[in-house]
């Protein structure tokens, strides 16, 4: 029975096998990755029960003023990945500016980007929420990276992941070697081998969109819904289902695992979209290619577009492949 539980820890290792090169500093990276995780999970965990029984759910354990768990998710990224040397710079959606990493620990040579915690707004609600991570190799030479170190394209990514903070707590990556989830084992505080080499179903089941703005759609995101919920006359098709939690790695995990598609498209009033592009579409656009799917700007592919600036907004088409080409033919037609 015991040779079945495959650790994260063992996974990221073997893996690393695959790279004659690698110096294991990458798969200490992704240990530090969820480890933060399993602290952040055990927070949100206990936020929920601090307001329900009234522990001192303003002051933490050290007497210091509770934090939003934003803060706190962003905190613990910044804190677990500080000093180890692994890094030279990051980048985090509770942060303006890039984030420096200390030369008193020496710089590495990865750059990580991330959301602490999508969704967080959901918390009160109990909804899942998730954190989203992507790893790059730095572009400059030495020392504290720089902004552009943080500025790559998709196409560079070395690995990306999330993790999502549900009935379960579930953390996938890839490393460019397929889509791989693992399911949190509270009791012995490991995430275990859940989902091994995960692709996206052929024939997909959910299409996801906040169907509250469709005034605010253009002609071709209207005509591509329309298309999904089988109205298209001259295109007939099934009607999917519209599964929408407003908790985009929520969303993301299960039409990754059922099949389907995300949108957040561009509308009359956010004209680049809502999300972002540097740690929420590039990450789940690389997960999803790897995973058999594909993501879009609704003209293009995410992994393609030259970010510009660390929090610039993206339109996004993600999951089927067939279902995100199709939304690109309406957007193509139908909108200048
Ligand atoms: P809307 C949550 O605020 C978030 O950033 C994503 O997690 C989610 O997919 C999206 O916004 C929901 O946005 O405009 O539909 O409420």
Redesign the pocket.
């Known amino acids: 029975m015991y040779d079945q539980i495959i650790t994260i820890e063992r996974h990221i290792i073997e893996q690393q096998r695959s790279y004659p090169e690698a110096t294991g500093v990458f798969s200490a990276l992704m240990y530090d990755i969820a480890l933060a995780a399993k602290i952040i999970a055990r927070e949100i965990l206990r936020a929920g029960l601090a307001d329900i029984l009234g522990v001192a759910g303003k002051v933490n354990i050290q007497g210091e003023p509770q934090m939003k768990l934003d803060v706190f998710a962003h905190e613990t990224m910044v804190r677990m990945n500080s000093f180890t040397g692994r890094l030279a710079v990051m980048a985090s959606e509770e942060e303006e500016e890039i984030i420096p990493v200390s030369d008193e620990y020496g710089t590495g040579k990865y750059v990580l980007v991330f959301d602490p915690l999508?969704?967080s707004?959901?918390i009160d609600v109990a909804v899942s929420v998730g954190t989203i991570f992507a790893i790059y190799r730095r572009l400059s030479p030495k020392g504290p990276g720089v902004l552009e170190d943080c500025l790559q394209s998709g196409r560079y990514l070395v690995a990306a992941g999330y993790v999502l903070y549900g009935s379960s707590t579930v953390m996938v990556y890839t490393a460019g070697r397929g889509v791989h989830g693992f399911t949190l084992e509270p009791s012995l505080g490991e995430f275990l081998l859940s989902h091994p080499n995960i692709r996206i179903p052929t024939r997909p089941k959910y299409y996801s969109i906040?169907q509250g703005?469709q005034e605010y759609w253009s002609e071709g995101t209207r005509q591509f819904t329309g298309w999904l919920q089988g109205l298209d006359r001259d295109d007939p098709r099934e009607p999917l289902s519209v599964r929408?939690i407003?908790?985009?790695?929520a969303?993301f995990h299960r039409n990754l695992l059922a099949g389907g598609i995300f949108c957040?498209p561009a509308d009359s009033r956010k004209p680049r979209g809502?999300?972002r592009l540097v740690y929420e579409a590039n990450p789940l656009a690389f997960i999803t290619e790897q995973a058999g799917g594909y993501a879009s700007t609704g003209r293009c592919n995410i992994l393609d577009v030259q970010p510009e600036s660390l929090h610039q907004r993206t339109p996004l088409f993600i999951g089927n492949r067939e279902l995100v080409e199709r939304a690109e033919e309406f957007i193509h037609s139908c909108d200048e």
């Open positions: 999508d969704g707004s959901n906040n703005y929408y407003g908790s985009l790695v969303d957040y809502k999300l």
